[in-house]
């Protein structure tokens, strides 16, 4: 028992030290990069500034996949062994970090997004496949600047286990920041997103190989340990 911390079960309890945080697991691979985008217009300026962020993290040496919400089902209307769900999944697993982008539709996330986020379950088996990945969101808006979207994927990710960065990124009049070919032009707004995949790929490099650690949980150690318990009395 600890003086004063009658409560905590002393053998569960982590003394957390920075030897702990040393990385661990093979980092030789770049760092990889999940990205979802919530449009399934030809000319979709979701995806286009999702196709933007992809080229600066590229540059900075990032492996990167973007995923095609064409053809993917609602969620929960068909099995979870669907050809697109179980490609969603599998990528979700693979990634390190993650970048979301939202049109804003009626001020929220387009169900395009969400039905995305909602094919991703918090457990998996033994797997999460969401937590412990860094997050950043972003948006475009077809009016004027707003944060709607951003801060309810901010939230999003919070649920999921994410580590979502402080930084993000609002296009306004979006359809005034992209030429015909769909790339973005110069503005404060494309520095903003360079600002974010500059942060993104930073935290990325810093967090991975630390996440088991990071996410490991007084209150799931202190659960397993009395589940053994148990089980162990069950077999006497």
Sequence with gaps: MIPNLPNINSAQLDMPT???LAP???????????MLYGSLRERSF???LTEEAARILEHFGAEVRIFDPTALPMAGSVPEDHPKVAELRA?????????????ERHGAITAVMKNQIDWIPLEQGALRPSQGR?????????????????????????????FTIPNQS???????EFDDHGRMRPSGYYERVVDVMEELFKMTLLLRGRT???????????????????NQIRKI
């Design 212 to 230: 088991d650690y990071l996410t490991d949980r007084y209150s799931e150690r202190n659960e397993r340990s009395i589940k053994a318990i148990d």
């Design 134 to 162: 860094t997050l950043a969101v972003m948006q475009v808006c077809g009016g004027s600047q707003s944060f709607n979207v951003v801060n309810t994927m901010r939230l999003l990710g919070r649920w999921m286990r994410m």
């Design 91 to 103: 990528l979700s697993l693979w990634s390190e970090g993650q970048v979301w982008c939202s049109p």
């Design 170 to 176: 609002s296009v306004p009049m979006a359809y005034k």
């Design 18 to 20: 920075l030897d702990k």
């Design 46 to 48: 979701s995806r286009f």
């Design 24 to 34: 661990a697991g093979d980092l030789t691979h770049p760092p990889r990069i999940l």
